[in-house]
């Protein structure tokens, strides 16, 4: 029998949108994408009225439009930043580039509601032209790295308060499963910086240039990455080995404390928010006849029902977010994707934990709700933090409350590694 499926049963966020916000721009995916941009820019990383100029004119469901409207600011934009680079106003460009680069990484993700992906590595070379403009105009020293890995290397970059070469604490920034580079500068980068902590960035395994570039995929054994990338943040003579810190936002919330089980030499952890199974984010709104047959071996019965009810009318939007999910999983087919994706499991290896881990736990999480709380209790060294929908704090990443994120993470980050701003 074959079961129409909507895109709440195949939606693999955790609740529906209107269970988290009282209004919206949209219904769906793209008003967190909205959300999530305007939180940037108390960072400097969008303009509010540049983000709701470009999204008044498009309809729903035109995805067409939605993936324009972001390449054309995107590009607005960094000729903003190129015109102020020529003139020599370096602030202004790197500010402008910032922007420029988020808005190229919004549409770097629309291109999965495209009919191709001819779009894609043109845009993300946009996006990665605005990033390296504000690398070159920043006012932060930076320096970029290779970090060695499995015969070949992740790119790495690290931000430094100033250049006096002072040992300095040295916070690592994870990115969560699709986000850009530019996205974590609002996330408690430049915060750091600012409270003087050295910051690095990278790109692991199926993220950004590792994916689209190179083919890379996802892992689930984050170790294998995480202790390379602490190997070459330790060869900078100016980070502070026994004050070195890990933040993991959205799906790194699973990563990075995956790799605290295994990898000790971090003193202070914070997961934005905590993920125990990833799975549970795509099977909670599958029908139960369709989990039935997945759980019973019978995968090719799940795969034709599954592929069935994926070209119903009206289900594009569950057929691109599908596709979408799964491509940095690196494999194919239905039963395949969920065969890779229940890798992603902390349960048997958190107890193993024992360094401070910050667990952030928002209100109307719609990716991994539940599962903040869950981390906490099973790792002995946690701290689980709150944060409401009352702070105006609701969602997964809580993305319009990054000042409040910020201040309350870094300053427990201060108080582990014993840490006073200058």
Same mark, same amino acid.
């Given at each position: 029998?074959?079961?129409?499926?909507?895109?709440?049963?195949?939606?693999?966020?955790?609740?529906?949108?209107?269970?988290?916000?009282?209004?919206?721009?949209?219904?769906g995916s793209w008003d967190f994408v909205v959300r999530t941009l305007l939180g940037?820019?108390?960072?400097?990383?969008? =303009?509010?009225?540049?983000?709701?100029?470009?999204?008044?004119?498009?309809?729903?469901?035109?995805?067409?439009?939605?993936?324009?409207?972001?390449?054309?600011?995107?590009?607005?934009?960094?000729?903003?930043?190129?015109?102020?680079?020529?003139?020599? #106003?370096?602030?202004?460009?790197?500010?402008?580039?910032l922007r420029a680069a988020n808005y190229y990484a919004v549409a770097v993700n &629309?291109?999965?509601?495209?009919?191709?992906? =001819?779009?894609?590595?043109?845009?993300?070379?946009? #996006?990665?032209?605005?990033?390296?403009?504000?690398?070159?105009?920043?006012?932060?020293?930076?320096?970029?790295?290779?970090?060695?890995?499995?015969?070949?290397?992740?790119?790495?970059?690290?931000?430094?308060?100033?250049?006096?070469?002072?040992?300095?604490?040295?916070?690592?920034?994870?990115?969560?499963?699709?986000?850009?580079?530019?996205?974590?500068?609002?996330?408690?980068?430049?915060?750091?910086?600012?409270?003087?902590?050295?910051?690095?960035?990278?790109?692991?395994?199926?993220?950004?240039?590792?994916?689209?570039?190179?083919?890379?995929?996802?892992?689930?054994?984050?170790?294998?990455?995480?202790?390379?990338?602490?190997?070459?943040?330790?060869?900078?003579?100016?980070?502070? &080995?026994?004050?070195?810190?890990?933040?993991?936002?959205?799906?790194?919330?699973?990563?990075?404390?995956?790799?605290?089980?295994?990898?000790?030499?971090?003193?202070?952890?914070?997961?934005?928010?905590?993920?125990?199974?990833?799975?549970?984010?795509?099977?909670?709104?599958?029908? #139960?006849?369709?989990?039935?047959?997945?759980?019973?071996?019978?995968?090719?019965?799940?795969?034709?029902?599954?592929?069935?009810?994926?070209?119903?009318?009206?289900?594009?939007?569950?057929?691109?977010?599908?596709?979408?999910?799964?491509?940095?999983?690196?494999?194919?087919?239905?039963?395949?994707?969920? =065969?890779?994706?229940?890798?992603?499991?902390?349960?048997?290896?958190?107890?193993?934990?024992?360094?401070?881990?910050?667990?952030?736990?928002?209100?109307?999480?719609?990716?991994?709700?539940?599962?903040?709380?869950?981390?906490?209790?099973?790792?002995?060294? &946690?701290?689980?933090?709150?944060?409401?929908?009352?702070?105006?704090?609701?969602?997964?990443?809580?993305?319009?409350?990054?000042?409040?994120t910020e201040q309350r993470m870094l300053d427990w980050l201060d108080e582990q590694?014993?840490?006073?701003?200058?």
């Open positions: 029998m074959t079961t129409a499926l909507t895109v709440d049963q195949l939606d693999h966020r955790g609740t529906t949108s209107h269970e988290v916000y009282t209004a919206g721009f949209y219904e940037k820019a108390t960072r400097g990383g969008a =303009d509010i009225g540049e983000v709701l100029a470009a999204i008044a004119p498009i309809r729903p469901k035109d995805d067409e439009g939605w993936f324009a409207a972001w390449v054309a600011l995107g590009r607005r934009i960094a000729a903003v930043a190129d015109d102020c680079a020529r003139r020599g #106003h370096r602030s202004s460009a790197s500010r402008a580039y &629309a291109v999965n509601g495209l009919d191709g992906d =001819d779009q894609l590595l043109p845009t993300f070379r946009a #996006h990665r032209a605005a990033w390296e403009g504000f690398l070159a105009t920043t006012r932060w020293p930076v320096e970029a790295f290779d970090i060695p890995y499995e015969g070949s290397t992740l790119p790495g970059w690290i931000f430094r308060p100033d250049t006096g070469g002072a040992v300095r604490p040295t916070l690592v920034m994870n990115l969560g499963s699709d986000e850009a580079v530019t996205g974590i500068w609002s996330e408690g980068a430049e915060g750091a910086l600012e409270r003087g902590y050295d910051v690095v960035v990278f790109e692991g395994p199926g993220q950004q240039s590792l994916l689209f570039e190179r083919g890379v995929p996802f892992r689930p054994d984050w170790e294998a990455v995480l202790t390379p990338v602490v190997d070459a943040v330790l060869a900078f003579p100016d980070v502070d &080995a026994g004050r070195l810190a890990v933040y993991g936002v959205s799906q790194a919330g699973y990563w990075v404390p995956r790799a605290l089980a295994f990898e000790h030499r971090f003193a202070a952890a914070i997961a934005d928010g905590g993920v125990v199974d990833v799975s549970r984010s795509w099977t909670a709104h599958l029908p #139960h006849h369709l989990i039935d047959l997945y759980d019973k071996g019978e995968k090719e019965a799940f795969d034709k029902e599954l592929a069935l009810g994926m070209h119903l009318p009206g289900s594009k939007a569950v057929r691109t977010e599908w596709r979408f999910r799964s491509r940095p999983y690196g494999v194919s087919g239905y039963s395949a994707v969920l =065969d890779e994706v229940r890798r992603y499991d902390l349960t048997d290896v958190a107890g193993r934990i024992t360094t401070p881990l910050y667990v952030i736990d928002a209100d109307g999480d719609q990716f991994f709700g539940g599962q903040p709380a869950e981390l906490a209790g099973l790792v002995p060294t &946690a701290t689980r933090q709150r944060f409401t929908q009352a702070e105006g704090a609701s969602s997964h990443c809580q993305p319009l409350a990054r000042e409040l590694l014993g840490h006073v701003e200058a």
